[in-house]
Structure formats: structure tokens, C-alpha cells
């Protein structure tokens, strides 16, 4: 955060010893803390509304979430196409969430959410990326590390939707090999887990990391993409593993079927959208083939 003769700004601070930052500025700080897990600010910004970051790093903003949430969940849970029980992993904000439950087909949802401090303040102060999803009779809501839910649950799940921060602080264990052996583990046949794997053109590494893991533990290591806008440098891979190898390539007729059958109404989720998204470009390839 620095000060300055035109307010206060909110350094993004992912790619700094890279060389690289951005900055928003805080017209109104609506809450600031040290939670005992990271650093949590949520403030006011003029183009994108209400953000959060935690650590200095953008994790949702009021006016773009939906692209990120969308895809993060609706391209799993209609590929799968009978997605009854779904594992949240993070997610504090309740965007994942509330777009999960919009799915009549899911009968349990299990979020896992290392930091309470993120759930109690964001329902607060940024209501409208959870709208309600935290009260769904169909969601046990946990608060742990992750990593370890995965080891210690004999539960399982249609489809794992690993909505993390970056590999920094309380988010690295969910990139570790471990963490996804377990939860491997807790996918029913025919399951899918996705992660949130950062911007290819920025944090290329780590997608190559993760596919090399994916690659050891699944028949299908790939990702997609969706592109948003405060998640700076490119379009964001979200990693994809099963051991189905259909669920990428279920037809646009029936991704539209579906979709109907849903009832969504979405701003940035398409079945054609869902079907390109997986269409990657050469650099992205590399990182996914490594
Ligand atoms: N959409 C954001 C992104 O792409 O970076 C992620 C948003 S969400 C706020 C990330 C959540 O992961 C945070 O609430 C954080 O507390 C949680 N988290 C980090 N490490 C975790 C862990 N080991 N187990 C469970 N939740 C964790």
C-alpha cells in the first residue's frame, strides 16, 4: 500500500522480483488486517469496484470476478455432466460457491477454506460475490488447510474445484504433488480437478509444474483458459486432470444440452466458449506438454 498526493495505492505484488508491478488505486479502504494466515485488504477502486488481495496479490474484484468464477466452475461441472458432489478447496470469497450451487444436479458441496478471517469479512464487505451461497442447505463448510482435508477425508467427490491463491504463504502446499495425489484419490471415476494456475505468460513454471504432476497421477493433464482482466499478463490457465478421457471432448450439442438443462444464465461462460477454451495457444502448449 503507498500513499500518494491522489490516495492510496494498492501495490500488486505477485511479479515483483520479477520486475513487474500494477497498482489500484484504494479510494476507500473498507478493511484492512493481518488475519494470523496473510494480509487481507478489501477496498473501493474506481474502474473495478470492490477487490480483495491478500498479500498484496489480487485475488477478486467486484467488477471481473465473474469470468474467473464462471469458468472455473461450470466448465468442470457440465463436462462431467452428472456432478452430485463437489469439493471447494479455498474459495473464501464464496464466488466459486454460489456459482456451484446454481447447478441443480449438485446434491453436496464441501468448501475448504484455510482462513475464516476471508469468509467473515468478504461476506461483509463484498456480499455480492457470495449472494447468499454461504446459507445453501446443501454446503458443509470447513475450515482447514486444505492439503490436509484431502489426506484425512474418506469422502469423495464428481468433480474438485481447487480455488487457491498463488504458491506463496498458506497456497503453496496446493501445489504440491502430495496434494494432488490426495486428492486424486478423492475423485470419484469419471471426477475432474481443477486449479487455479495462473497467468502462462507471467507464471509459466508453475503450470509446467502442475501438468508435470497431473501427468504422473492422471490419464488427461491439460488446462484452458479465460481471460481476466485483473489478473494481468495473458489469459489464466486453469488446470485440468482426470481419468476420463471424454470429459474434454464432450460435443458442443450436448455442452449446449446441458447447458439448458441448467438453467444458467451467464455472463461469460458459453458451451461454445467452453469448448475453445481448451484450444491452446503454441506457448501455453509448452507449458502443458513439458
Ligand atoms: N480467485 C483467486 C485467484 O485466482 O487467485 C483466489 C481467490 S480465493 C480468495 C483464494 C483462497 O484460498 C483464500 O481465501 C485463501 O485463504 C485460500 N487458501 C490459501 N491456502 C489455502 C489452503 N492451504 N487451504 C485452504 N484454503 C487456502
Given at each position: 500500500?503507498?500513499?500518494?498526493?491522489?490516495?492510496?495505492?494498492?501495490?500488486?505484488?505477485?511479479?515483483?522480483?520479477?520486475?513487474?508491478?500494477?497498482?489500484?488505486?484504494?479510494?476507500?479502504?473498507?478493511?484492512?488486517?493481518?488475519t494470523?494466515?496473510?494480509?487481507l485488504?478489501?477496498?473501493?477502486?474506481?474502474?473495478?469496484?470492490?477487490?480483495?488481495?491478500?498479500?498484496?496479490?489480487?485475488?477478486?474484484?467486484?467488477?471481473?470476478?465473474?469470468?474467473?468464477?464462471?469458468?472455473?466452475?461450470?466448465?468442470?461441472?457440465?463436462?462431467?455432466?452428472?456432478?452430485?458432489?463437489?469439493?471447494?478447496?479455498?474459495?473464501?470469497?464464496?464466488?466459486?460457491?454460489?456459482?456451484?450451487?446454481?447447478?441443480?444436479?449438485?446434491?453436496?458441496?464441501?468448501?475448504?477454506?484455510?482462513?475464516?478471517?476471508v469468509?467473515?469479512?468478504?461476506?461483509?464487505?463484498?456480499?455480492?460475490?457470495?449472494?447468499?451461497?454461504?446459507?445453501?442447505?446443501?454446503?458443509?463448510?470447513?475450515?482447514?488447510?486444505?492439503?490436509?482435508?484431502?489426506?484425512?477425508?474418506?469422502?469423495?467427490?464428481?468433480?474438485?474445484?481447487?480455488?487457491?491463491?498463488?504458491?506463496?504463504?498458506?497456497?503453496?502446499?496446493?501445489?504440491?504433488?502430495?496434494?494432488?495425489?490426495?486428492?486424486?484419490?478423492?475423485?470419484?471415476?469419471?471426477?475432474?480437478?481443477?486449479?487455479?494456475?495462473?497467468?502462462?505468460?507471467?507464471?509459466?513454471?508453475?503450470?509446467?509444474?502442475?501438468?508435470?504432476?497431473?501427468?504422473?497421477?492422471?490419464?488427461?493433464?491439460?488446462?484452458?483458459?479465460?481471460t481476466?482482466?485483473?489478473?494481468?499478463?495473458?489469459?489464466m490457465?486453469?488446470?485440468?486432470?482426470?481419468?476420463?478421457?471424454?470429459?474434454?471432448?464432450v460435443?458442443?450439442?450436448?455442452?449446449?444440452?446441458?447447458?439448458?438443462?441448467?438453467?444458467?444464465?451467464?455472463?461469460?461462460?458459453?458451451?461454445?466458449?467452453?469448448?475453445?477454451?481448451?484450444?491452446?495457444?503454441?506457448?501455453?502448449?509448452?507449458?502443458?506438454?513439458?
Open positions: 500500500m503507498v500513499g500518494g498526493a491522489n490516495g492510496r495505492w494498492v501495490v500488486e505484488t505477485l511479479y515483483e522480483k520479477e520486475g513487474f508491478t500494477c497498482a489500484f488505486r484504494a479510494d476507500k479502504v473498507l478493511y484492512e488486517e493481518e494470523g494466515q496473510q494480509h485488504v478489501i477496498f473501493e477502486n474506481g474502474l473495478f469496484g470492490r477487490m480483495m488481495a491478500l498479500d498484496g496479490i489480487t485475488q477478486v474484484t467486484e467488477r471481473d470476478e465473474f469470468i474467473y468464477h464462471e469458468m472455473m466452475t461450470h466448465v468442470p461441472i457440465l463436462a462431467h455432466g452428472n456432478a452430485k458432489r463437489v469439493l471447494i478447496i479455498g474459495g473464501g470469497d464464496g464466488g466459486i460457491l454460489r456459482e456451484v450451487i446454481r447447478h441443480r444436479s449438485v446434491e453436496h458441496v464441501t468448501m475448504v477454506e484455510i482462513d475464516p478471517a469468509t467473515d469479512f468478504c461476506k461483509k464487505q463484498l456480499p455480492q460475490i457470495s449472494a447468499g451461497a454461504f446459507d445453501d442447505p446443501r454446503l458443509n463448510l470447513v475450515f482447514a488447510d486444505g492439503a490436509k482435508f484431502v489426506e484425512d477425508t474418506d469422502e469423495s467427490y464428481d468433480v474438485i474445484i481447487v480455488d487457491s491463491t498463488d504458491p506463496i504463504g498458506p497456497g503453496e502446499v496446493l501445489f504440491r504433488e502430495e496434494f494432488y495425489r490426495a486428492a486424486h484419490a478423492r475423485l470419484t471415476p469419471g471426477g475432474v480437478i481443477v486449479t487455479q494456475n495462473g497467468v502462462p505468460f507471467m507464471q509459466g513454471d508453475e503450470l509446467k509444474s502442475t501438468m508435470e504432476k497431473f501427468r504422473r497421477l492422471f490419464k488427461v493433464a491439460s488446462c484452458y483458459l479465460a481476466i482482466p485483473t489478473y494481468v499478463g495473458g489469459p490457465a486453469m488446470g485440468w486432470g482426470t481419468d476420463d478421457e471424454t470429459l474434454k471432448a460435443p458442443l450439442e450436448e455442452l449446449e444440452k446441458r447447458y439448458a438443462a441448467a438453467g444458467l444464465t451467464t455472463r461469460y461462460y458459453t458451451p461454445e466458449v467452453h469448448k475453445a477454451a481448451f484450444a491452446l495457444p503454441r506457448y501455453v502448449e509448452t507449458c502443458v506438454k513439458v
